[in-house]
Each structure stands twice: as structure tokens, then as C-alpha cells.
């Protein structure tokens, strides 16, 4: 139980496009979904939380009009990278607790490769 | 930004061997946990310390925990080839949020 599929797996774009990258919870309610980024040998940094039915709480330093987040509904959520450049370039992985479990543990997509032209 | 801090960055051990990696963090936490991370891949949760707890096992897994010292160690024995990984401790605050150390990078050669 408790798995989190994200897609696409990786995509590569041009400088200036939009790239969506979806977040699912398959076998349970996400009461919150987190987004993080994660370059090259380094760790996590969260970028976001994501609360279903209202707004993202974004972190300190993350533009909240480049990265746009949507949570519609408790096993979805999104997340749009606007007019991509080549510095968005990274891993993206989302996770998401759930909602029955209550708790501290978060399950972890298999995340998103990201290139930018 | 970065709470915990692992060490060693990167350990290179026999199947067989014990591995150990620390971990320190700077804030108060709920709980400790510990990821393990393979080359490209989304992480895995492996265990779970609540601030109020000391030791805990997990099949070959030992976490430690120690309050006062604001530090952590996961203990993985025996350690087999497929253990290669990076391991990640990140700390738990009370809104849910995870902080992520940096990693210790895990190679078990056969």
C-alpha cells in the first residue's frame, strides 16, 4: 500500500515552454502533497506543500507564478513548471501523506526528470 | 533550508560489513526519519524515531536516537550489494514538513 506515481518520468522541452507534471496517490487519500527538487548529488529541498482544496504554501525563495501547484482533488495534484529555462533543469519528486495513517511518514513518487533546452 | 547534516558524505564497505551513518540536525523535532534513495529514483522510507523514543530496529536496520546531542545513526548490518544507495536522515517538525539532510552515499561492493 501507499504508493505514489508521478508523470511523465522525465521530459525534455524547450526554453520558454510549460511542462506539467502530475502527482497521484493510488491507494489512498493525500490529505497533503509535497513537491521537492533535488539536483544533481545533492539533497531535497522542499519547494512546497500542497493542501487539497486550497491554496500551496510555497517556501522562502520558490516564485510561486513560476511554479504553479493545484491540488483538485485528494489524490492529485500538479505541478506546472511556466516558461521553463534551462536552471529548472533538475528531478522534481513529489510525495504525499496519508490521510487515514494520520502521520509523519510521507510516500515518496518515483519523481520527474526535468531538461530544459 | 538544510537541517541535517549526514556523515560520512560517502562510505565504501565489504558485503558482510556493518555500515553506520550519522546524522545532526540544529532545531527541535518531532521525529527523525531515515530515506534511502537509489541512483535516480524516488526514495524509499525505511524508519520512522519518534523524539521521545531512543533505539529502534527494523530487520537489519538500528536507528539511534539522542536528543541532547540533536543526533541520529542508522546502523545497517550485514550489508548486502543491493544496500548501495544514498541514505537520507530528515527531521519532522510539527507541521508535517520534512527537512533533508544531505546524504551519505553507500557503496557495498560484492
Known amino acids: 500500500g501507499a504508493v505514489v506515481s508521478q508523470h511523465p518520468s522525465w521530459v525534455i522541452c524547450k526554453s520558454g515552454t510549460s511542462v506539467k507534471i502530475e502527482c497521484r496517490s493510488l491507494?489512498?487519500?493525500?490529505?497533503?502533497m509535497f513537491w521537492y527538487r533535488q539536483f544533481p548529488k545533492q539533497s531535497l529541498m522542499l519547494m512546497a506543500t500542497s493542501n487539497e482544496g486550497s491554496k500551496a504554501t510555497y517556501e522562502q525563495g520558490v516564485e510561486k507564478d513560476k511554479f504553479l501547484i493545484n491540488h483538485a482533488s485528494l489524490t492529485l495534484s500538479t505541478l506546472t513548471v511556466t516558461s521553463a529555462h534551462p536552471e529548472d533543469s533538475s528531478f522534481y519528486i513529489c510525495?504525499?501523506?496519508?490521510?487515514?495513517?494520520?502521520?509523519?511518514?510521507?510516500?515518496f513518487g518515483p519523481g520527474t526528470r526535468l531538461l530544459v533546452l | 533550508s538544510q537541517q541535517g547534516e549526514e556523515d560520512p558524505q560517502a562510505l565504501s564497505i565489504q558485503e558482510g560489513e556493518n555500515a553506520t551513518m550519522n546524522c545532526s540536525y540544529k532545531t527541535s523535532i518531532n521525529n527523525l526519519q531515515w530515506y534511502r534513495q537509489n541512483s535516480g529514483r524516488g526514495l524509499v522510507h525505511l524508519i520512522l524515531i519518534r523524539s521521545n523514543e531512543r533505539e529502534k530496529h527494523s530487520g537489519r536496520l538500528r536507528v539511534t536516537l539522542d536528543t541532547s546531542k540533536k543526533s541520529s545513526s542508522l546502523l545497517i548490518t550485514a550489508s548486502r550489494a543491493a544496500d548501495t544507495a544514498s541514505y537520507f536522515c530528515?527531521?519532522?517538525?510539527?507541521?508535517?514538513?520534512?527537512?533533508f539532510g544531505k546524504g551519505t552515499l553507500l557503496t557495498v561492493n560484492p
Open positions: 491507494d489512498f487519500q493525500a490529505t497533503t
Open positions: 530528515a527531521t519532522g517538525g510539527s507541521n508535517y514538513k520534512l527537512t
Open positions: 510525495s504525499a501523506r496519508d490521510r487515514e495513517r494520520g502521520a509523519e511518514t510521507q510516500y
